[in-house]
């Protein structure tokens, strides 16, 4: 139970419960030594809702996993996401919009080798997370970098006219754009208005724009100039260049399942998309996997509303120590994600590290407590580092703890 303004709010769900994930083959938990705070890649530390806990269990007590019938456009794991759609963003996809795929990032895969060719440049806004620099320069592409400047309170700033410089000093044909809305690792939502200028300026440039919104669901009320907001989903514009790649992974921490899901309104484009999951040999879905997805639109939102209350509160908790508590550390509300962004120069400097890297590796080796250096996310993210806010508070404040009696000792 938590108190509000001297309202009683009634909580389902216990988010401060701290469960042992050691032994699980968790990335985040069981590739740091032992005594070491993960506050790294963006996993959340808690467990799904029981409903759908127990929808795949009840599954996996049905003894044949087999071959699964394909996906379509009545499939309840599609006619879930037309409902999530709806009632999240206010946003009536057709039924025939939505496709299954394969995981987000080998899904961004196919579209960069499907939309641009070898020695070609994908545009992309940095600092951004690691996948975006992977998938282009995996498939022989060079990414070309709209660098985004830090504005009032760190929220990026969008600059039209800086990514048409860009563009135009760009010594490479660019026919496809990766676009991470919301942003990460910065967390901005970009408005409406800042959507439909981008769109238009790649209309007019011929170029496929592909959105990355895995982290669409984690918008706070205000943000964090103080003003309400909204995410505005690309798929809201009928624009025929536009690509939406999304999922449940983040919203419901289904990461280790692999799927996601593409939302085109074209119907050309999505054709075209269809042709490359049919060569890709991703017709088929995953019996466990969708039926997450599906238990999760479907059951899931009292569980998610009352968990982004709490991380809200954690991120809130975790700047306001950060900033009054660690001199050298300048942390920012994000406007959205579970994810804090902080310009740590200062600290570095005082603390005898060269760089972002090596505070980072300093303070899992030396405070036992895991962040993420921003400059494995762009020239842009350097001097940065990245902050998982999604644990339970106790376990997120004594890692910030560790960072501050660290910082104490070495400075």
Known sequence: MSYKKDIIILRMYNFDEIIDRRGSNSLKWDTVKEGVIPLWVADMDFPVFPELQEALAQRVSHPFYGYMTPLNDKSP?????LQWYNSRYDIKLDHKAVLSGPGTVLSLEMLVREFSNEGEGVLIFTPVYTPFFDVIKKNKRQPVEVFLKPGQNGRFIFD????????????IPVHLALFCSPQNPGGRVWEEEEIAAFLDLTK?????????EIHSDFVYNKNSS??????????????????VVS?????????????SYF?????TLRNIVKKILKRETHQEGDIFAELAVETAYRCGAPWFDELLVYLYDNILAAVNFLNNEVPGIKAFVPDATYL????????????GCSDDKELAVRLENEALVKITPGSIY??????????NAASPRSLLMEGLGRIQNWSKLNC
Not at 247 to 259: E, I, M, V
Not at 341 to 350: D, F, H, Q, S, T
């Open 77 to 81: 794991f599609n006619q879930a996401i």
């Open 160 to 171: 039209l006219a800086d990514i048409e410089k860009t563009l135009d000093k760009a010594d």
């Open 204 to 212: 007019k440039r011929n170029m496929i724009a592909v959105f990355d």
């Open 226 to 243: 103080g003003k309400p907001q909204r995410f505005v989903s690309a798929a809201a514009f009928s624009k025929d260049n536009v690509i």
């Open 247 to 259: 999922g449940a992974n983040k919203t419901f921490n289904l990461g280790g399942l692999h799927t």
């Open 263 to 267: 939302v085109i309104n074209n119907e």
């Open 340 to 351: 804090i962004w902080a310009n740590v120069r200062e600290l570095a400097e005082k603390t």
């Open 378 to 387: 762009g020239e842009a993210g350097k001097g940065y580092v990245r902050i």
